[in-house]
T-cell receptor, first 111, second 113 residues
Framework: KQEVTQIPAALSVPEGENLVLNCSFT??????LQWFRQDPGKGLTSLLL?????REQTSGRLNASLDKSSGRSTLYIAASQPGDSATYLC??????????FGEGTQLTVNP | KAGVTQTPRYLIKTRGQQVTLSCSPI?????VSWYQQTPGQGLQFLFE???????NKGNFPGRFSGRQFSNSRSEMNVSTLELGDSALYLC????????????FGSGTRLTVV
C-alpha cells in the first residue's frame, strides 16, 4: 500500500525564517512528486512538480528536491512571509494515474 | 488561460438525496480525476477518466459514480447521500496524467443534513 508521510504536522515560525518541510513516500516507482498549497476552505494550488528523472525544481523562494532511493522529498521556503501561511501537501503519482497525498503540514508565519 | 472550473461551489442536500457535481478541465486536458477531502481522512482518490473512459477507481462504494463527456468535461454523482459524504470534492485536470502533473479546481463543498 502506498503511503505518504509529512513531517512536521504543524509549524509556526517568525517572518523571514528559512524553513524545510519533509515528505516521505514508500513507492519508489513514481512518475512524479508534486507539492501543493491549500488555503482554508480552498482548492489546491500547485507549487512545484518534480518528475521522476529530475532531482529538484525551483520557483522563486521555493525549492523542492526529490530522492527516490531514500523515498524523500523536501520543500524549502526561503525568507518566509505571513502570506506563506497555509497547509502544504505533497503527493506522489505512481502507476494508475492517481495521486496519493500526505496529511499536510500546516504552516503559520508570524509577522 | 482558464483554469479548472467546478460547479456549484456549495451544496446543501438532505440524507437520501442524490447530487451531481460538474468539472470543466483546462482546455486540451483529457484526464480528469476526482478527490474527496474530509478532516478525518484527508484527500482520497475517487476515480480518473481519460477520453471518456474510467481508467482507475478508488476504494469508494458504488454510490459514487462519474462520467466524462467528449469535450472532456466530467460529472460525478453521489446517490443516496449519507451524512459522512459531507466533504470538499476536488477535481483535477491533467494533459494525460502519468507524469504531467495536475491542476486542481476550487472544489465543491457538499454538506449533507
Amino acid at each position: 500500500k502506498q503511503e505518504v508521510t509529512q513531517i512536521p504536522a504543524a509549524l509556526s515560525v517568525p517572518e523571514g525564517e528559512n524553513l524545510v518541510l519533509n515528505c516521505s513516500f514508500t513507492d519508489s516507482a513514481i512518475y512524479n512528486l508534486q507539492w501543493f498549497r491549500q488555503d482554508p476552505g480552498k482548492g489546491l494550488t500547485s507549487l512545484l512538480l518534480i518528475q521522476s528523472s529530475q532531482r529538484e525544481q525551483t520557483s522563486g523562494r521555493l525549492n523542492a528536491s526529490l530522492d527516490k532511493s531514500s523515498g524523500r522529498s523536501t520543500l524549502y521556503i526561503a525568507a518566509s512571509q505571513p502570506g506563506d501561511s497555509a497547509t502544504y501537501l505533497c503527493a506522489e503519482e505512481t502507476s494508475g494515474s492517481r495521486l496519493t497525498f500526505g496529511e499536510g503540514t500546516q504552516l503559520t508565519v508570524n509577522p | 488561460k482558464a483554469g479548472v472550473t467546478q460547479t456549484p461551489r456549495y451544496l446543501i442536500k438532505t440524507r437520501g438525496q442524490q447530487v451531481t457535481l460538474s468539472c470543466s478541465p483546462i482546455s486540451g486536458h483529457r484526464s480528469v480525476s476526482w478527490y474527496q477531502q474530509t478532516p478525518g481522512q484527508g484527500l482520497q482518490f475517487l476515480f480518473e477518466y481519460f477520453s471518456e473512459t474510467q481508467r482507475n477507481k478508488g476504494n469508494f462504494p458504488g454510490r459514487f459514480s462519474g462520467r466524462q463527456f467528449s469535450n472532456s468535461r466530467s460529472e460525478m454523482n453521489v446517490s443516496t447521500l449519507e451524512l459522512g459524504d459531507s466533504a470538499l470534492y476536488l477535481c483535477a485536470s491533467s494533459f494525460s496524467a502519468k507524469g504531467n502533473g495536475y491542476t486542481f479546481g476550487s472544489g465543491t463543498r457538499l454538506t449533507v443534513v
